[in-house]
């Protein structure tokens, strides 16, 4: 069912605490944690607890808690005092996605290119 967790999920399984993560926030509906393959100086991924495919997937399903993804990306950049930064929702294999629970990745802390690779 839409938002159910799902057993071969990993990030499902942050959620639950099966599976270490460095938490930097969580709120009722989402998790904040460092990614474990830093691509800069701040590279968090925002997740909704419920399990969703991708953003758009999210954002059809429950908008209100994609909103809650999009907030929590602006309090972690600004947590770790990033004026300017970056939210990617890779989308697909062919654009990077490999874990298909919807996920925001917040880059900040160094220049970044645009448009981006
Ligand atoms: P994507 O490629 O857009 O699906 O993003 C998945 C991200 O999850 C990648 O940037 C990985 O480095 C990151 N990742 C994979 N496993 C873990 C983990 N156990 N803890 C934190 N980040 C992870
Ligand atoms: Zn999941």
Redesign the pocket.
């Known amino acids: 069912m839409a938002g159910e967790p799902q057993a071969d999920c990993?990030f499902c399984k942050?959620v639950a605490g099966e599976?270490p993560?460095t938490v930097v926030r969580e709120t009722e509906t989402t998790v904040a944690?460092?990614?474990?393959?830093p691509q800069a100086p701040t590279h968090v991924?925002v997740i909704p607890k419920a399990h969703y495919a991708d953003a758009a997937t999210l954002a059809s399903a429950a908008p209100g808690l994609a909103a809650d993804v999009l907030r929590e990306a602006g309090e972690v950049a600004s947590e770790d005092n990033a004026e300017s930064y970056r939210v990617v929702f890779?989308t697909g294999s062919g654009a990077?996605?490999?874990?298909f629970h919807a996920?925001a990745?917040v880059l900040a802390g160094r220049g970044l290119q645009w448009p981006p690779g």
């Open positions: 990993l942050i599976v993560a944690f460092r990614d474990i393959n991924l890779n990077g996605q490999t874990v996920h990745h």
